[in-house]
Structure formats: C-alpha cells, structure tokens
C-alpha cells in the first residue's frame, strides 16, 4: 500500500505523506479529487473505492482527520477556514467542518438510474 498523497513545492523535494496502516488500506490505492480549502492550510483527498476522505496539512503533509463518505469522491472548499464540501456517488452533498468534526447534509439529489462523479456530472445507464 504505498503512499497516495504528496506534498510538493518549486525547488523542493517531493513529501510522501501516508496514512496509518488501516486508513492507507482503506483508501484501497485510489484516489479520486483533491482540494484545498479557503484558507489554503489544508486539503481534502477523496478514495471512493474506500468510502473515505481524509484531510491533510498543507504546512507538514499531517493527517488531520477523516470522515466516511460513501462513494464518496467530489471535494470543494467550503466558505470557511477548515470547511469542505463533500458528495458522494449517490448525490449526496455534505459539509464537513474539520475543526469540530461536525457534518450536514445540504442536498440529496435523487435520480432514477444516475450515478455521480467527482465533478457531480450526472452519469446514466
């Protein structure tokens, strides 16, 4: 299971940043989008394959946390500092606070037969 995420900057050398053994598993080898959010301190990265996003510093390469999503792959900066926006393969759209861990569902898009990617373009069939 090697390292999935990294941190890289001009004129430096590239940081490979892992997770603890169980979460690296989870993420199954795959990762589907990355963002940061609106501070830029921080970084979401997406394993649908695992049902996971974990959060990352964007200073040291450090996992911050992780949350279960299922199927879960779109990430977007939320409007605050720490604040994503999450969706999953069903339609699901959720914020994801980092700092208090809390969590809101704002849409659930229900369509017969579709299936959603990481840029929330519908996909039927």
């Not at 999503?69 to 604040?83: K, L, M, P, Y």
């Amino acid at each position: 299971r090697p390292p999935l995420v990294g941190l890289h900057r001009r004129g430096g050398a590239l940081q490979l940043c892992a997770a603890p053994a169980p979460l690296q598993g989870q993420m199954r080898n795959y990762c589907g989008s990355v963002s940061a959010d609106s501070s830029g301190q921080c970084f979401a990265v997406s394993s649908p394959r695992g049902n996971l996003v974990t959060f990352w510093s964007a200073a040291d390469g450090r996992l911050l946390g992780h949350t279960s999503v299922a199927d879960g792959c779109g990430v977007a900066a939320g409007s605050e500092a720490g604040e994503f926006l999450l969706s999953s393969g069903g339609g699901q759209v959720l914020r994801h606070n980092l700092r208090d861990g809390s969590r809101q569902v704002l849409q659930q898009l229900v369509l017969p037969g579709a299936r959603w990617d990481n840029h929330m373009a519908g996909h039927t069939g």
